[in-house]
């Protein structure tokens, strides 16, 4: 039943794994349980509208027990709500593929197509500023450590998860390169602005989904070239006009123009307008001939590309968390975000239950939330259920 | 004014629809085969699958009467091989001899019959959507979706999308790169004819041909590497390797694979060559050079991994079977494979 291969990597990895007699844990999951019910029964019909072709997908849900469950389909959405709010799943994810039979297994579902998907997060952008608001928490223990270390302390265990408290630099970060993936899809691939749903995935990045018919029916490895377009890999010199031969190279002006796609990109970041031979010539001469034309083409690709997980993007049988779930690794939503400018994840994607619940926190922390800039010890408080439910899914607080 | 197809046209495409009611209206029978003035298109018709067979591409090119004829009765011997690596090869090259008309069609030709070939073969037969860019100059576009699923077969980094020029959803191309993304569904279109052909009765003069085709073109057994050993393989490459033997044009990462695999349990690059030997496109200068590259002999000395299990996930190329259960690369299975039956045996 546990078939965690194709899931986010994330999910795996980062799941703190406390083993469920724990009575901390134990009673964590009742009360999120009770809150994650509420959500589903109050909140979650207001935000869905509806998931296009229902009944041709695959949904999964983690249990708080860590258990997966797998093959599972839905023939409304009010189906999938009752099952929701009886069930109360961790996380749930959907596929974005269509399948004929989706309950069946893998190689027997026969795939109709899939959505075109993209995750943006912030563990590929390696910015300086992870390690100031980063935790590693002992999977068995859950002790927190803010610095890295090879065995927890406490109890000697080497399996850690990584918490992260995303600041204003990674949000910002984040939306940028969501901007440089909306240009690559809506300018070069001329994929309509309505067709693309921009996500918070709840967490530590972004979610993009593309609903075109002609481009659900490309198998992986179209996909996997789609992703390195979008991810700046693999640009040749030969491209820009320029080929190796023997010891040096030569220059043939490029036969489509400069207008548009990776040219226009690299062609701008080189400070050049009109091409010429002997202009291409001197630029290549400048960088160290042709293959040092090939090393900045690999910056430029790195610098103008969009990091997005390239595995995502390809995998036609990936369960994705499904929009509008909760996300258990921090308690926010997975929300739509209509305005990227003005979308504030910490604060747009919470749980409305404000009623009022004591936490004891575990370790220190500093943290903004619906607004509000926070500052805990290690200490009891009495707090907006909300804010309970992210510190307890963090891992850094527990129900009393 | 309506633009009709030349007689021109059907000489050099003989699939197109309008071919198949010229010879409907013809009321041509077989038997007439065995007639001594058909000599000449038979004769035709073998020295053009034995070139084929040879790895040339027959370029000849006759009055419209005779090229269909000739086509025609080309598809009956083949067929009456009953070879499949006989039948999978003539396919390639009779698409290839089509490229190569298509291509000086496409680069000489006047708007409108430009036009008209772009919507008798692309749109009619392939269901693509191809658009000339711009009257003056010989740049077509086709969309991105119809570009990534015919480009995904070829692995030179050239057909890359981030090496094209790509806007508002389109790949620019031009004429040789137009007409080389369709040369697989050529291919497959004529094997598809070829195997849909019925053939109730053969006259002598065509058994005759088939025949001879048969002893000159027996299929080489892939040699060295025996059923029982390949049955020990992870089923990924057992897979490929049985594919291959049954003359079918693997994608490229299917043959990497297969390659990486027998480079990693020590084959001999010789033996490794056989393997790939009935592939229809089989050549073996520049297969002995891509192994040996792999192999890292070749090239800037890289030997080439065999790809994870999750890689060959995504590339639809993964069969597992119980041995597989635990393992992350391929190479761990034989190891699995022994362990377990030894097991299983106890």
């Given at each position: 039943?546990?078939?965690?291969?194709?899931?986010?990597?994330?999910?795996?990895?980062?799941?703190?794994?406390?083993?469920?007699?724990?009575?901390?844990?134990?009673?964590?999951?009742?009360?999120?349980?009770?809150?994650?019910?509420?959500?589903?029964?109050?909140?979650?019909?207001?935000?869905?509208?509806?998931?296009?072709?229902?009944?041709?997908?695959?949904?999964?849900?983690?249990?708080?027990?860590?258990?997966?469950?797998?093959?599972?389909?839905?023939?409304?959405?009010?189906?999938?709500?009752?099952?929701?709010?009886?069930?109360?799943?961790?996380?749930?994810?959907?596929?974005?593929?269509?399948?004929?039979?989706?309950?069946?297994?893998?190689?027997?579902?026969?795939?109709?197509?899939?959505?075109?998907?993209?995750?943006?997060?912030?563990?590929?952008?390696?910015?300086?500023?992870?390690?100031?608001?980063?935790?590693?928490?002992?999977?068995?223990?859950?002790?927190?450590?803010?610095?890295?270390?090879?065995?927890?302390?406490?109890?000697?265990?080497?399996?850690?998860?990584?918490?992260?408290?995303?600041?204003?630099?990674?949000?910002?970060?984040?939306?940028?390169?969501?901007?440089?993936?909306?240009?690559?899809?809506?300018?070069?691939?001329?994929?309509?602005?309505?067709?693309?749903?921009?996500?918070?995935?709840?967490?530590?990045?972004?979610?993009?989904?593309?609903?075109?018919?002609?481009?659900?029916?490309?198998?992986?490895?179209?996909?996997?070239?789609?992703?390195?377009?979008?991810?700046?890999?693999?640009?040749?010199?030969?491209?820009?006009?320029?080929?190796?031969?023997?010891?040096?190279?030569?220059?043939?002006?490029?036969?489509?123009?400069?207008?548009?796609?990776?040219?226009?990109?690299?062609?701008?970041?080189?400070?050049?307008?009109?091409?010429?031979?002997?202009?291409?010539?001197?630029?290549?001469?400048?960088?160290?001939?042709?293959?040092?034309?090939?090393?900045?083409?690999?910056?430029?690709?790195?610098?103008?590309?969009?990091?997005?997980?390239?595995?995502?993007?390809?995998?036609?049988?990936?369960?994705?968390?499904?929009?509008?779930?909760?996300?258990?690794?921090?308690?926010?939503?997975?929300?739509?975000?209509?305005?990227?400018?003005?979308?504030?994840?910490?604060?747009?994607?919470?749980?409305?239950?404000?009623?009022?619940?004591?936490?004891?926190?575990?370790?220190?922390?500093?943290?903004?939330?619906?607004?509000?800039?926070?500052?805990?010890?290690?200490?009891?408080?009495?707090?907006?259920?909300?804010?309970?439910?992210?510190?307890?899914?963090?891992?850094f607080a527990d129900f009393l | 004014m309506e633009?009709?197809?030349?007689?021109?046209?059907?000489?050099?495409?003989?699939?197109?629809?309008?071919?198949?009611?010229?010879?409907?209206?013809?009321?041509?029978?077989?038997?007439?085969?065995?007639?001594?003035?058909?000599?000449?298109?038979?004769?035709?018709?073998?020295?053009?699958?034995?070139?084929?067979?040879?790895?040339?591409?027959?370029?000849?090119?006759?009055?419209?009467?005779?090229?269909?004829?000739?086509?025609?009765?080309?598809?009956?011997?083949?067929?009456?091989?009953?070879?499949?690596?006989?039948?999978?090869?003539?396919?390639?090259?009779?698409?290839?001899?089509?490229?190569?008309?298509?291509?000086?069609?496409?680069?000489?030709?006047?708007?409108?019959?430009?036009?008209?070939?772009?919507?008798?073969?692309?749109?009619?037969?392939?269901?693509?959507?191809?658009?000339?860019?711009?009257?003056?100059?010989?740049?077509?576009?086709?969309?991105?979706?119809?570009?990534?699923?015919?480009?995904?077969?070829?692995?030179?980094?050239?057909?890359?999308?981030?090496?094209?020029s790509v806007n508002g959803g389109y790949v620019?191309?031009?004429?040789?790169?137009?007409?080389?993304?369709?040369?697989?569904?050529?291919?497959?279109?004529?094997?598809?004819?070829?195997?849909?052909?019925?053939?109730?009765?053969?006259?002598?003069?065509?058994q005759e041909k088939s025949d001879l085709l048969?002893?000159?073109?027996?299929?080489?057994?892939?040699?060295?590497?025996?059923?029982?050993?390949?049955?020990?393989?992870?089923?990924?490459?057992?897979?490929?390797?049985?594919?291959?033997?049954?003359?079918?044009?693997?994608?490229?990462?299917?043959?990497?694979?297969?390659?990486?695999?027998?480079?990693?349990?020590?084959?001999?690059?010789?033996?490794?060559?056989?393997?790939?030997?009935?592939?229809?496109?089989?050549?073996?200068?520049?297969?002995?050079?891509?192994?040996?590259?792999?192999?890292?002999?070749?090239?800037?000395?890289?030997?080439?991994?065999?790809?994870?299990?999750?890689?060959?996930?995504?590339?639809?190329?993964?069969?597992?079977?119980?041995?597989?259960?635990?393992?992350?690369?391929?190479?761990?299975?034989?190891?699995?494979?022994?362990?377990?039956?030894?097991?299983?045996?106890?």
């Amino acid at each position: 039943m546990t078939n965690i291969n194709n899931i986010d990597v994330n999910d795996k990895e980062n799941r703190i794994n406390i083993p469920s007699d724990n009575p901390k844990q134990v009673k964590n999951n009742i009360i999120l349980k009770n809150g994650f019910r509420k959500f589903y029964f109050k909140e979650f019909p207001k935000k869905i509208i509806d998931i296009e072709n229902i009944s041709k997908r695959e949904f999964g849900f983690m249990s708080f027990d860590n258990v997966m469950q797998r093959h599972q389909s839905f023939s409304s959405l009010g189906r999938l709500q009752a099952y929701l709010i009886k069930e109360i799943p961790s996380d749930v994810y959907c596929s974005n593929s269509f399948y004929n039979f989706p309950t069946f297994p893998m190689q027997d579902k026969q795939w109709l197509g899939a959505d075109l998907i993209f995750d943006i997060d912030l563990k590929d952008l390696h910015l300086p500023c992870d390690k100031s608001h980063s935790y590693h928490i002992c999977k068995k223990c859950k002790n927190i450590s803010s610095i890295e270390i090879n065995s927890c302390i406490m109890c000697n265990d080497t399996r850690f998860s990584k918490i992260t408290f995303p600041c204003k630099i990674c949000i910002s970060s984040l939306k940028k390169e969501v901007e440089k993936l909306l240009d690559f899809l809506i300018v070069d691939f001329g994929i309509d602005k309505n067709s693309i749903h921009v996500f918070f995935s709840g967490n530590t990045g972004f979610h993009l989904h593309v609903n075109v018919q002609s481009l659900r029916e490309l198998y992986s490895q179209s996909r996997a070239d789609l992703s390195s377009y979008i991810l700046g890999k693999e640009l040749m010199p030969e491209f820009f006009g320029i080929r190796k031969q023997k010891d040096t190279f030569t220059v043939k002006i490029p036969y489509f123009g400069i207008d548009y796609g990776w040219r226009k990109r690299t062609f701008e970041k080189l400070g050049i307008d009109t091409v010429t031979k002997q202009r291409m010539s001197f630029l290549t001469n400048k960088l160290g001939g042709y293959y040092g034309f090939r090393t900045k083409l690999s910056e430029i690709g790195n610098e103008l590309g969009a990091r997005i997980d390239p595995m995502v993007t390809m995998d036609i049988h990936r369960i994705f968390r499904m929009p509008y779930s909760i996300n258990s690794k921090s308690g926010l939503i997975k929300t739509r975000c209509d305005n990227l400018d003005t979308f504030e994840p910490f604060n747009d994607s919470c749980l409305e239950d404000d009623s009022m619940i004591d936490i004891m926190i575990n370790y220190p922390i500093k943290f903004r939330l619906k607004n509000k800039s926070y500052n805990f010890d290690k200490t009891r408080k009495n707090v907006p259920f909300y804010l309970a439910c992210y510190l307890v899914c963090k891992g850094f607080a527990d129900f009393l | 004014m309506e633009i009709n197809l030349g007689t021109g046209d059907l000489a050099k495409y003989p699939f197109l629809n309008e071919v198949s009611q010229y010879i409907r209206d013809t009321h041509f029978s077989l038997e007439e085969f065995d007639r001594p003035d058909m000599t000449h298109i038979l004769e035709r018709a073998t020295n053009r699958i034995i070139l084929e067979m040879d790895g040339t591409v027959y370029l000849e090119l006759e009055r419209y009467e005779v090229e269909v004829m000739t086509f025609l009765v080309s598809l009956v011997i083949v067929k009456n091989t009953a070879i499949e690596s006989i039948i999978k090869k003539f396919s390639l090259y009779e698409a290839m001899r089509t490229e190569h008309f298509l291509k000086n069609d496409l680069k000489e030709y006047d708007e409108k019959r430009i036009n008209l070939l772009l919507s008798k073969i692309f749109r009619e037969i392939f269901k693509i959507n191809i658009i000339k860019d711009n009257p003056t100059d010989k740049i077509f576009k086709m969309s991105i979706a119809d570009y990534l699923s015919r480009s995904s077969q070829f692995h030179e980094r050239e057909w890359k999308l981030i090496n094209r020029s790509v806007n508002g959803g389109y790949v620019f191309l031009d004429v040789d790169e137009t007409v080389r993304l369709i040369r697989n569904e050529l291919s497959l279109l004529i094997y598809k004819r070829i195997k849909e052909m019925n053939l109730p009765v053969i006259p002598h003069s065509i058994q005759e041909k088939s025949d001879l085709l048969k002893t000159k073109f027996i299929p080489t057994q892939t040699k060295g590497i025996s059923n029982r050993t390949i049955n020990q393989y992870p089923p990924c490459v057992a897979r490929s390797i049985d594919l291959m033997r049954k003359n079918e044009n693997l994608p490229h990462s299917a043959r990497f694979l297969v390659a990486t695999y027998l480079l990693s349990i020590g084959k001999e690059i010789e033996e490794i060559v056989s393997v790939f030997k009935n592939a229809p496109d089989y050549n073996e200068k520049i297969t002995m050079y891509q192994i040996e590259h792999l192999s890292g002999k070749k090239g800037n000395n890289t030997k080439y991994s065999v790809p994870s299990c999750s890689k060959l996930r995504t590339e639809n190329l993964c069969f597992p079977d119980v041995f597989c259960n635990g393992i992350t690369n391929p190479i761990q299975y034989k190891g699995k494979y022994a362990n377990d039956s030894n097991n299983q045996s106890k």
